[in-house]
């Protein structure tokens, strides 16, 4: 009986050591799945990054051109305003300039009148 307990316990030990290689390789192909997800879950995370990244480049050249538009539309208007009074000034500035020089030069000096009745 004991070479019959003897080849009965061989047999668990041989059964028990090859649950024990399933076990191992179920963890392995485990430990495989989870790092194929995670890459995977990487590359969708960065395809996505670049597809939104696209999104708004596109959106801020979109908006940043209506910009550009305003600008160059002020610097024009503020061109025009310039050379209207560079063209004002070069028509009226001699005069302005006699106007004030006058106005220092020729001085007429009066006594304020609540001074002048005492």
Do not use: C, W
């Not at 392995?28 to 990487?42: I, S």
């Not at 908006?63 to 610097?75: M, Q």
């Amino acid at each position: 009986m004991s070479a019959q307990n003897s080849a009965g316990i061989q047999t668990l030990l041989d059964a028990e050591r090859e649950a024990q290689k399933i076990v191992q390789k179920a963890r392995e192909y485990r430990t495989k799945r989870v790092k194929d997800a995670r890459n995977e879950a990487q590359k969708e995370i960065e395809d996505y990054r670049k597809q939104k990244e696209e999104e708004y480049k596109k959106f801020e050249t979109e908006h940043s051109s209506g910009n550009k538009k305003a600008e160059e539309d002020a610097n024009k208007e503020a061109e025009v305003k310039v050379k209207d009074i560079q063209e004002t000034g070069n028509k009226h500035g001699k005069q302005v300039i006699d106007d004030v020089t006058k106005a220092v030069t020729d001085v007429h000096p009066e006594v304020p009148g609540h001074l002048a009745k005492s």
